[in-house]
């Protein structure tokens, strides 16, 4: 019998994947056989991503280039668990443990978190964190790459667009960047 596979499990809103999540997942790559990249459904923190299927075809982009060590896949269960559960926010233990029920004898899971997500302001937010900890590994990754969604969404979304787009886009992926520019997402007055 095979032993089970070291499966990381990495969430994130991916709005939009950038340099900074692909640094915590060579990062992470070290400790786990495969990752999973797993796009918040309805996120607990109330934020407003774009919609679950452009953020896929995004993250999918970003896979498919990227070089993180370790071979990366797209998990789109937060969706399916937000159907059971309509209106209410997909939390990280859920998941855990709807993983972990799936991947059973055929995967050891554990849970990849950024340096954002690690500081306790942040963390004891997550519902259930103790029980997260006490139920899974946490690989918690360093910051070496200080480059947030939230940096790339302010300056495309910057009137002066021309002169912020390069430095905005030297934040992505050339195909997460071809993606944002094809589709004219974040851009004041789209999407």
């Given amino acids: 019998m095979m032993s089970p596979i070291k499966l990381g499990v990495f969430g994130s809103a991916f709005d939009p994947p950038t340099l900074g999540h692909l640094d ?6 070290t400790c786990h056989d495969c990752i999973l990249l797993v796009p918040s459904a309805f996120h607990a923190f109330d934020k407003n991503p774009l919609p679950f299927g452009l953020r896929l075809q995004m993250l999918q982009c970003f896979i498919d280039e990227a070089e993180a060590g370790c071979p990366l896949e797209v998990c789109d269960l937060e969706a399916e668990l937000l159907e059971q559960n309509p209106g209410r926010p997909v939390y990280t233990y859920d998941l855990m443990a709807a993983l972990t029920s799936q991947y059973q004898d055929k995967a050891t899971l554990s849970f990849i978190r950024g340096p954002d997500n690690a500081r306790p302001e942040t963390w004891n937010r997550f519902y259930k964190s103790q029980e997260i900890e006490e139920t899974w590994p946490i690989f918690t990754a360093t910051e070496r790459v200080a480059i947030r969604s939230s940096n790339v969404r ?4 910057s009137e002066k667009i021309a002169d912020d787009l390069q430095q905005g886009l030297n934040m992505l992926l050339p195909s997460v960047q071809a993606f944002i520019i094809n589709n004219n997402l974040y851009q004041t007055g789209n999407p």
């Fill in 24 to 29: 915590v997942l060579q990062q992470a790559a």
């Fill in 154 to 157: 302010n300056i495309l979304e």
